[in-house]
C-alpha cells in the first residue's frame, strides 16, 4: 500500500440530534480526546497520511475544530463542507474536490471512534490485494439497532446493502450487518455517487454505492471485523459511556502488558495521550489525563489527578492533583497537594500535606513540608520551607516574584512580600512578614521583619 494514493475522509456532517448538546458530536471527548481526533490518529496509524473532514457549517466554523486542524495532528487535514444535510453519500460528494489527486480513499465516520489502526489496515490490505473497487466493513452477530443488513448471492459475494428500515421480515434475519466504513477506488466512488437517485426524501445514500457497483461489473469485496466493539457506534450520552468503557479498558490493558501495575483497574482512569513507563504503580481512584508522562519506578496515587504534567523515575505522588507541571527524579508530593501550571519540582525535593505550589521552581533537594502556599517562586536548592509559609505574590495589581536562595531556611509562618529575595543560607523567623530582601547568611525576624544578632558571634 502506498500511502500517498490514499485519503481519509471522516464523515462529521450529522446534526447529532440525540446527544441533547450545544456541542457538534464530534466534538464530544472519548478518554481525552475528540472523537473526530480520534478517528484522525487511527487513520494516521493505519498510514494514511491525508486526512478530509466533511463537517456541517456549524462544525466547520467551531473553534474547537480549527484549534485541532492547526493542532498537531493538523498537518495533511483539511475540511469540507457539506452545505445541506443531504445523506452521506452527498455528504462523501462534498468530498470530490478537496479529495483529488488520490486513487484510493478509506471512508470513516466520526461517531465510530473505537475502530482500531490493525482493522483499518486489514481493509486497505484487502481492498488493493483483490483489486476491489469497494471493500465494506461488516460485522456478524447480534445487529446493533439501525445498522443495515449485508446481503450476499448464492456464491456468498456482496450484492447490497439493505437499510434496516427497508428491510423485510427475511432480511431482518441475517446476521451481518454494514459497520459504516468503506475503502473506495475514487474514479468509480464519483461516478457512481453521481449517478445516484435521491430518496423520497432527497438524500443520497453512500449504503446505494454497493448495489451500484455490483451492477456496472465492479468488484465488491468485505472486511469482517473480529471484535463488535470496534463497531459501536455513538449517538447519545449513554453510548459515549459505554464507548468510554471500552477504550478505557484498552488503555489499561495496553499500560498493564507494557509492565506497569495497577492495583485496581476499575478505579483507574488514563487518558489515550498519557504514557506510563514499566514498573511504574498506579494506585486506586488515580486519573492521568491529556498529555501526561510518567517514567518508571514511580508510585501514582491513591486519589492522585495528574493532568497534562510529567513525572520523571521514582517520584512519588500521593493524593495530590497536578495540571500541567513537572515533578523530578525521586520527588514526593502529597498528600493532598496541588501543583498548579508551571510548577516545576526539581529532583529529590518534597512537597508535603495541603501544599499549593504555582507557576515555580523548586531546586534540588528543597522542602515545603506543609500548609503552604508558594507562587510565582524560584527556589533553591536545599532550602526548606517552614509550615505556613505564604509568597505574598499579588499586589492587588500585578503578581511579584519571590527568590528563596540555596539552603535558605523560611520559618513557620512566615510572609514573603513579593518582590523579594532571600539571600543563599538566610533564615526568616517564626511568623516573620518579609518586606525587603535579605542578604546571603542574615537572619531576620518580626513584623516588619529585621536583622537580628547571632548569639554565637557575641
Known amino acids: 500500500m502506498t500511502s500517498n494514493l490514499w485519503v481519509g475522509v471522516i464523515l462529521a456532517a450529522g446534526i447529532g440530534s440525540r446527544m441533547r448538546s450545544s ?41 474547537q475544530l480549527l484549534e ?111 459497520a459504516g466504513y468503506y475503502c473506495m477506488d475514487t474514479d468509480v466512488a464519483w461516478s457512481l455517487l453521481a449517478s445516484l437517485e435521491p430518496s423520497a426524501m432527497g438524500e443520497i445514500y453512500i449504503t446505494d454505492v454497493v448495489s451500484a457497483a455490483v451492477k456496472n461489473g465492479a468488484p465488491v469485496e468485505a472486511v469482517l471485523v473480529s471484535d463488535l466493539s470496534e463497531v459501536a457506534g455513538i449517538n447519545d450520552r449513554t453510548e459515549l459511556a459505554a464507548a468510554e468503557a471500552v477504550m478505557r479498558a484498552r488503555i489499561l490493558r495496553h499500560w498493564m502488558i507494557e509492565g506497569v501495575t495497577m492495583i485496581d483497574p476499575d478505579t483507574t482512569y488514563i487518558d489515550s495521550g498519557v504514557t506510563v513507563g514499566r514498573d511504574t504503580t498506579i494506585k486506586p481512584g488515580s486519573h492521568l489525563l491529556g498529555e501526561t508522562q ?48 508551571g510548577s516545576v519540582i526539581g529532583p529529590d525535593s518534597h512537597i508535603g500535606n495541603y501544599a499549593e505550589v504555582k507557576d515555580s521552581v523548586i531546586g534540588h533537594g528543597a522542602k515545603i513540608g506543609h500548609f503552604s502556599y508558594v507562587g510565582d517562586t524560584t527556589v533553591g536548592a536545599g532550602a526548606n520551607i517552614g509550615a505556613g509559609t505564604v509568597t505574598c505574590n499579588y499586589d492587588g495589581d500585578v ?60
Open 23 to 63: 456541542t457538534p458530536k464530534p466534538l464530544h471527548t472519548l478518554c481525552g480526546r475528540t472523537l473526530i481526533e480520534q478517528t484522525v490518529r487511527t487513520l494516521r496509524e493505519a498510514g494514511i497520511e491525508r486526512v478530509l473532514i466533511v463537517a456541517s457549517p456549524l462544525l466547520a466554523s467551531n473553534p
Open 68 to 178: 485541532i486542524v492547526d493542532g498537531d495532528i493538523g498537518e495533511g487535514v483539511s475540511v469540507a463542507i457539506q452545505t445541506e444535510p443531504r445523506g452521506t453519500g452527498h455528504a462523501l460528494l462534498s468530498a470530490s474536490d478537496v479529495a483529488s489527486q488520490t486513487t484510493h480513499m478509506l471512508v470513516a465516520n466520526a461517531d465510530m471512534p473505537l475502530i482500531t489502526a490493525d482493522t483499518v489496515r486489514s481493509m486497505l490490505t484487502t481492498h488493493t490485494d483483490l483489486n476491489a473497487s469497494i471493500t465494506l466493513l461488516t460485522g456478524r452477530g447480534e445487529v446493533p439497532a439501525g445498522f443495515g443488513r449485508v446481503v450476499r448471492d448464492s456464491d456468498d459475494h456482496v450484492i447490497e446493502i439493505v437499510e434496516e428500515a427497508d428491510a423485510d421480515e427475511a432480511t431482518l434475519t441475517i446476521d451481518e450487518f454494514n
Open 294 to 341: 510518567i517514567g518508571i519506578h514511580a508510585v501514582i496515587g491513591p486519589g492522585t489527578i495528574l493532568k497534562d504534567t510529567r513525572v520523571d523515575d521514582g517520584a512519588v505522588i500521593i493524593s495530590s492533583h497536578a495540571e500541567s507541571a513537572h515533578i523530578g527524579e525521586r520527588a514526593t508530593v502529597g498528600p493532598f497537594s496541588h501543583l498548579r501550571p
Open 399 to 458: 503578581k511579584h516574584r519571590t527568590f528563596i536562595g540555596e539552603n535558605a531556611f523560611i520559618g513557620s509562618g512566615s510572609m514573603l512580600v513579593a518582590p523579594v529575595s532571600i539571600g543563599p543560607g538566610a533564615s526568616t523567623g517564626a511568623g516573620s512578614v518579609v518586606t525587603h530582601d535579605v542578604p546571603a547568611g542574615a537572619r531576620v525576624a518580626g513584623v516588619p521583619a529585621r536583622s537580628i544578632s547571632d548569639p554565637d558571634s557575641s
